[in-house]
């Protein structure tokens, strides 16, 4: 019988379709507001910090847009935070996550336009936001989060199309390649013995696939109790390459921005030391000289891409999970709201 957390693996492509057309309205009202803002600033914990990340990237790629991660323990304060110029986004799967409220607060107390993107419209973090996206995700059973990530993907996707005011590439279709690689990856022979590594892996990426690679290290760390840390390229190949070797293995997310010269660099430089090395990439980028690859079929554009591959970490969370003889559905130590830092 399939746990839960593969059955929400399975949801993510319906529920993309099914909150296509109120999402895309809602992206809209909040564009409105937005569309003189000098920048974003996002607030969010875990897995919406790393869809934070995301849209940093792609909101600065797609429109020249500068997007700011919030540091929600500074709006606790009796400084206020200058917040002038700025559009503030907070997103919370729960819409309960401590200190989130106050950074929307803060921007409504000095009239700046506030939105939330979560999915319980009724959560305070709901009611104090001017706008609300909401997922439309279904409770989240499983405390690892699968669907409400891919379904806040899509909603920042669609605000990142909103502002633009032309449609955007592969945005009609992405439940369609979320399906694929929900599919194929459940179906496929992955490189477990590699990644279930004595000493832990490192996953490595850059711009959109930064957001990726911190993604799929939280799931396997939250299900698996596997050590993942995650890194940019520059920033491992900075220093903390040093402590990995033998015993531990790189996971390397191949996007647009990860040239193959430094990724060749990068795998080049983890042989030296002993690493064994995997790489997650799609089927328009050539082959590398690595233990094993994991190949996502398809010509979809980048961003795109970078949710498939995340489909693909968390079936590989699952997985591996499930080899480790873990409980999947409860993993231990795990809270379903983020606590606030």
């Given at each position: ?8 693996i ?11 057309k ?47 991660l ?37 921007a409504?107390?000095q ?12 959560s ?27 379904t806040?993907?899509?909603a ?24 694929r ?44 109790g ?44 983890c ?35 970078a ?35």
């Amino acid at each position: 019988m399939p746990t839960v957390f593969e059955e929400e693996i399975r949801s993510q492509a319906e529920l993309i379709r099914g909150r296509t057309k109120l999402g895309a309205e809602e992206a809209t009202h909040v564009a409105v507001t937005f569309r003189d803002v000098d920048y974003v600033l996002v607030a969010a914990r875990g897995s919406s910090d790393n869809a934070a990340v995301f849209f940093q990237y792609f909101a600065g790629q797609e429109l020249g847009l500068v997007v700011a991660l919030a540091a929600p323990s500074l709006y606790e304060s009796d400084t206020p935070m200058k917040l002038n110029g700025a559009g503030v986004l907070a997103i919370s799967q729960s819409g309960r996550t401590p200190g989130l409220v106050n950074v929307v607060e803060t921007a409504n107390g000095q009239g700046r336009p506030s939105a939330s993107i979560t999915n319980d419209v009724t959560s305070p973090l709901g009611r104090a936001s001017s706008h609300v996206m909401e997922l439309r995700a279904g409770q989240e059973r499983a405390v690892a989060s699968t669907k409400t990530f891919a379904t806040t993907w899509h909603a920042l996707a669609q605000l990142v199309e909103a502002l633009k005011g032309s449609p955007l590439a592969g945005l009609a279709t992405l439940a369609d390649t979320v399906d694929r690689a929900a599919t194929w990856a459940l179906s496929a022979t992955l490189p477990l013995d590699l990644l279930n590594a004595e000493r832990g892996l490192t996953v490595v990426g850059r711009g959109v696939g930064q957001a990726v690679a911190a993604e799929i290290a939280l799931k396997i760390r939250e299900v698996t109790g596997l050590r993942a840390e995650a890194y940019s390229a520059a920033d491992y190949l900075h220093g903390p390459i040093g402590a990995d070797g033998s015993g531990t293995v790189l996971l390397l997310v191949l996007t647009d921005e990860l040239s193959t010269d430094v990724a060749e660099t990068l795998l080049e430089d983890c042989r030296r030391l002993s690493m064994n090395t995997v790489v997650l990439r799609s089927s328009s980028r050539g082959t590398f000289l690595s233990d094993a690859e994991i190949v996502v079929e398809g010509t979809e554009p980048n961003w795109c891409v970078a949710l498939a591959e995340i489909v693909v970490g968390q079936v590989l969370a699952l997985r591996l999970g499930e080899r480790r003889g873990r409980p999947i559905d409860t993993s231990p130590g795990l809270n379903k709201v983020t606590l606030s830092a």
